[in-house]
């Protein structure tokens, strides 16, 4: 367990000493901003979406590890799936920091989340989990073409 821990936390400090996809999509079709003024992590997260798919995604921002590492992971994760895959992840994914507890949507889908699975220990650490879940509810909120920006409190 010990190992897996260590291994996650490498994960996490590798995407955000080198976050992927981290630029401005100029041709973006959708964006969104996100804010956890708790932690002061800011997020902007751009797609670009074609025929129900997300051909590219891209974010750009300012915060903690998590945040950023979040970020990363999730766009590597969501590229290439359709609009509803990724919202199934976005799901999944709030389901295990939120340690299943919201009860919907039951146990996490660890299968499905892959590497996301780093961020299973953050539901230890209630103001964190805010901070991992602030570029999903960004991407969810640019995929709805919600356009007031989205904010953690
Ligand atoms: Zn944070």
């Known amino acids: 367990m010990t190992y897996m821990r260590e291994l996650y936390q490498q994960v996490i400090l590798d995407h955000n000493r080198s976050p992927r996809n981290f630029r401005e999509l100029e041709d973006a079709n959708r964006r969104a901003c996100g804010d956890n003024p708790l932690c002061g992590d800011k997020i902007t997260v751009y797609a670009k979406v074609e025929n129900d798919v997300i051909e590219d995604v891209a974010f750009q921002g ?46 996490a889908d660890t299968e499905k989340l892959g590497k996301l699975v780093a961020f299973g220990g953050v539901k230890e650490f209630p103001a964190r989990v805010k901070c991992a879940n602030l570029p999903w509810h960004t991407l969810h909120a640019a995929l709805s073409e919600v356009d007031a920006p989205v904010s953690t409190e």
């Open 62 to 107: 300012t915060g903690c590890a998590i945040s950023q590492a979040s970020a990363s992971l999730m766009t590597a994760a969501v590229k290439g799936k359709t609009v509803e895959e990724a919202e199934k992840l976005f799901r999944a994914f709030h389901a295990m920091v939120a340690g299943g507890a919201d009860g919907q949507e039951g146990e």
